[in-house]
């Protein structure tokens, strides 16, 4: 287990793991069709942070990028198809986090808070532009600095 996850509890460090899953989702189906430039970006930052995050995020994302895809296909599943529907369930419970990331150590908490803003705007830049202007869509630009997560700072 991370040790900055000691303090918590399960359904707390379930929500840690789950949360960067829960964000791919919100931006790669914020216009309502999951593009698969977007997932497969979404599965890209995973491998890709098992060796490259933040010095304290390392371990964490070696433990979410095991299955990550399969885990995000699953997720996707189990939340409404429309937007519409779909979109206030993820707000919601990735508004969880502020009752969580309170609890770990500062430079944790401001670390992960950066990586899922930083895993949010990859994503939303994955498909559509011209020449890396306009990339982010109104919808996906609505959400993208999630809001609805507080910085720990």
Known sequence: MIAEFEILNEEERELMFKAPILVSILIA???????KSELKKAVTISQNRKNAA???LIEFYQMLSEGF?????VTIQNYP???KDRTPL???ELAGLNAVLPKLEKVFAIEYYESIRDIAKKIASASGGVLGYMAIGFEESKLVDLHMVNNPA
């Open 54 to 56: 933040r010095e304290g």
């Open 81 to 83: 198809i429309e937007a």
């Open 69 to 73: 895809e399969d885990k995000l296909m």
């Open 90 to 92: 993820l707000v919601e």
């Open 29 to 35: 189906g914020a216009d309502n069709k999951f593009e």
